[in-house]
């Protein structure tokens, strides 16, 4: 047996061995990039570093990340989809690239020192060459040369073995790593590629040395980088012999304490087994998010919609397997005690993390219970339709009105022998979908791959702004958010009261008399006590490496952060305060831009 926190260990002991420096993970809510709302891969904090910025903890790194993927949401609740999971991962900078990184992984997954995996049950795939690319014939050999047999290296197309974390920034090829979950031994010749069922991935290497700057550009990265991410919870699995990562340790108490609220065992009948497992990898994934060091609250947009939609479809499955009462913290608690030693932040937040739940439980709780309302107010006109039938419009207008959603829709009216107009209530919530995602998701240029002229100044304006807020309004001022795109820049801070019109001016002056002093950038690394003690800025609550960048804007401002920033101040334009309004309790929000 080997418990989550002794493979997070081994992973870092392994990898600090081969001159790898421990990095801490970061949030799950990226700071200064627009283009997700999710953490969604380990190496997405440190996309600045794979493009060329230097790190402070040097060229090689390991860490490991907290990622949440929501993207395909509905279809959680199979025995290996999370919405949220852990990624162990170690990064060369430029520093070894295929040959090393391969060799590393087989070392680790199968030395009998280290996780002592059977050979026997292991295979990989390579990328297959295309227009972009050629074929990976080195990583082939790479692996032919640690022993894997030919028939278990499966060449493969981009859509399996080329990485990418978004449209544009850092990507290449990649090899990926899987394990026989078939019973026995695997058949010679079986691989990803002839049996894309028993082969379960669970490591990724890739090999970062393209910059993908637009749908129609690729160029070579200055130096060839690897990023790698093994999945701990199915790493997890496989070591223990278990068949899902809901039968290991990291799922089993969360499914108990489920359990003993329903009355009902996991493992007794497939449909409640699925309703569990969503509740179970809801649960978790929303007491990760709300107890992230900048963890929303539930809410209509962006990552608070997300979170809510992961709260509410709980309380759903809770309701499918009888639990008709708020239940949410019993399931919470146990995530707490689970990972709260690998995030500590879990524990800081315990009292926030229950109180949100509870909150958007109860509100939850009574949409259901109007919603029940209207439709028995609607019913007794329902049951005079001849056909048995109700309108997908109706349906619909118990959704957008009450919330209500269409599945419970459609139980009362099974329960009430009716059927529902599923494909106009489809059409209908299509169209209001369209609609949504429209406002909702703009495709936003920025991010943290964006090193855009335009981006990057308004990297350094977000310093002067700082800096100029606490000159004006006090040392209380502390960066709560930020958010960068090539089109102006939104700074949340915390600060209890609106800003007067003269104060925002004062701002304004402040940082454009920086401008036009065109003070030069520089950056330079130390200790993080040295940095704070020289009193550079820094993220309150931010976890920081032991040795950070601090970067100087001549002699006005001081900050912690990764860059990259402007060389000089003179050519970043007017800066212009658009607008200052509440964000939060106590957080103000500023937008700005820079005018050529
Ligand atoms: N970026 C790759 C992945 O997420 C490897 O870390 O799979």
């Known amino acids: ?51 060329g910025e230097p790190h402070p903890a040097g060229s090689r790194l390991v860490d490991y990340q907290k990622c949440v993927r929501t993207g395909d949401i509905d279809e959680v609740g199979d025995p290996s989809h999370l919405t949220c999971f852990e990624m162990l991962g170690n990064w060369s900078l430029g520093d070894y690239f295929k040959r090393e990184s391969i060799a590393y992984s087989w070392e680790f997954l199968t030395s009998e020192q280290w ?22 014939d080195e990583s082939a050999a790479r692996w032919r040369e640690l022993g894997v047999p030919e028939d278990r290296v499966a060449y493969l197309p981009a859509s399996d073995n080329w990485w990418a974390a978004g449209p544009t920034g850092p990507c290449g090829p990649d090899t990926e790593i899987f394990y026989w979950t078939g019973p026995g031994l695997p058949p010679a010749g079986s691989n990803k590629g002839t049996d894309s069922a028993n082969w379960m991935e669970i490591w990724n290497n890739v090999f970062m040395e393209y910059n993908r700057v637009d749908e129609h550009t690729l160029v070579k990265l200055p130096m060839q980088n690897v990023d790698t991410g093994m999945g701990l919870e199915r790493t997890i699995a496989v070591l223990n012999g278990a068949a899902s990562v809901y039968l290991t340790d990291s799922f089993k108490p969360i499914l108990d304490a489920i359990g003993t609220v329903a009355g009902v065992t996991y493992g007794s009948d497939p449909a409640r087994d699925t309703s569990m497992r969503i509740v179970a990898d809801h649960v978790r994934s929303a007491t990760m998010i709300l107890g992230d060091q900048r963890g929303p609250s539930p ?25 008709e009462q708020a239940f949410l913290g019993t399931p919470a608690a146990v995530v707490v005690d689970l990972l709260s030693g690998a995030y500590p932040e879990l524990k800081d ?8 739940l509870a909150r958007e439980e109860a509100k939850f709780l009574e949409t259901l219970q109007k919603g029940e309302h209207e439709f028995e107010k609607m019913l007794p006109n329902l049951l005079k339709n001849p056909q048995k039938v109700m309108s997908g419009r109706l349906a619909f207008k118990l959704y957008d009105t009450y919330g209500f959603p269409i599945e419970l829709t459609l139980e009362l009216a099974a329960e009430n022998g009716l059927s529902v107009n599923r494909d106009e209530f489809d059409d209908a919530f299509r169209k209001h979908q369209e609609l949504s995602r429209a406002g909702a998701e703009q495709t936003f240029k920025g991010g943290l791959a964006d090193q855009s002229e335009a981006a990057t100044a308004y990297h350094t304006a977000t310093h002067l702004l700082h800096k100029a807020l606490r000159m004006v309004l006090g040392d209380h001022v502390a960066q709560k958010g930020s958010n960068i795109t090539t089109e102006r820049l939104r700074f ?45 800025m820094a993220l309150f609550g931010e976890k920081y490496e032991a040795v950070v960048k601090v970067y100087s804007v001549g002699d006005f401002s001081m900050e912690v952060c990764g860059g990259p920033h ?31």
């Open 115 to 136: 996780l002592a995996l059977d050979p026997a049950k292991l295979s990989v795939t390579v990328f297959a060459g295309d227009q972009n690319a050629p074929r990976d």
């Open 299 to 323: 809410g209509n947009v962006g990552a608070g919609y997300v979170l809510r939609r992961l709260i509410r479809r709980a309380v759903r499955h809770g309701r499918k397997l009888g639990i």
């Open 566 to 596: 402007v060389e000089r101040t003179g050519s970043m334009g007017r800066f212009v305060i658009q607008k200052e309004q509440s964000s939060s309790a106590g957080v103000r929000r500023i937008r700005a831009v820079l005018e050529r």
């Open 492 to 536: 949340d801070f915390s600060h209890p009261a609106p800003m007067t019109p003269e104060e925002i001016k004062r701002v304004e002056d402040i940082v454009n008399e920086q401008i036009k002093r065109d003070l030069p950038v520089t950056m330079r690394m130390m200790p993080l006590e040295e940095a704070k003690a020289t009193g550079a």
């Open 349 to 356: 937040n315990r009292t926030r993390i229950m109180d949100e």
């Open 1 to 51: 047996m080997i418990s989550p926190d002794q493979l997070r260990s081994k992973y870092l002991d392994f990898f600090k061995a081969k001159g790898h420096a421990v990095i801490s993970g970061k949030s799950l809510l990226p700071e200064n990039d627009p283009t997700v709302l999710f953490t969604t891969a380990g190496m997405h904090p440190l996309v600045p570093y794979l493009l």
